[in-house]
């Protein structure tokens, strides 16, 4: 669903600066998969943390790549968090929410809590949830 190969970990061709050069005509140009990939943002919070972009310094691509790789995870957790506000959850559940919340928020702030991040626990809370609406 892509319009060209490429091995990952590396940037897509039609990446300038950090911008994509054909995004008005992903479809047209065979790029499917990017269409329907939502980054939830990660994209833009990663290039806020390098202060350059990887064309100037290719040093840069692949802590860039690493880096929106656990940003898109943070990214959909927060999403996952923030549609949990909304069930009936019990008060010290919601407090933990928020914790959680509070957490990822920092998390994104920064590369060095982003790469020390553990998404495991908080997916094992998110699962658990159930429990608590159910009751």
């Known amino acids: ?6 091995p990952a970990g590396l940037p897509c ?13 992903l479809s047209e140009a065979g790029y499917l998969g990017c ?12 290039t806020s943390l390098f202060p350059q972009t990887w064309r100037d310094q290719p040093r840069l691509a692949r ?7 656990q940003m898109r995870d943070v990214q959909e957790l927060r999403q996952m968090l923030k ?23 920092v998390t994104t702030q920064a590369l ?3 790469a020390v991040f553990d998404p495991a626990p908080l997916r094992a809370w998110l699962k658990g949830l159930a429990a608590h609406v159910s009751r």
């Open 63 to 69: 802590p860039m790549i690493e880096a929106f790789r």
């Open 83 to 105: 549609a949990a506000a909304a069930l009936p959850l019990p008060e010290a559940v919601e407090a933990e929410r928020q914790a959680w919340d509070t957490e990822l928020m």
């Open 35 to 46: 269409v329907a990939f939502e980054c939830l943002g990660a994209g833009q919070k990663v």
């Open 13 to 25: 061709h039609n990446l300038e600066g950090f911008s994509c050069a054909i995004h008005a005509r």
């Open 112 to 114: 060095a809590p982003l």
């Open 1 to 6: 669903m892509f319009g060209h190969d490429k």
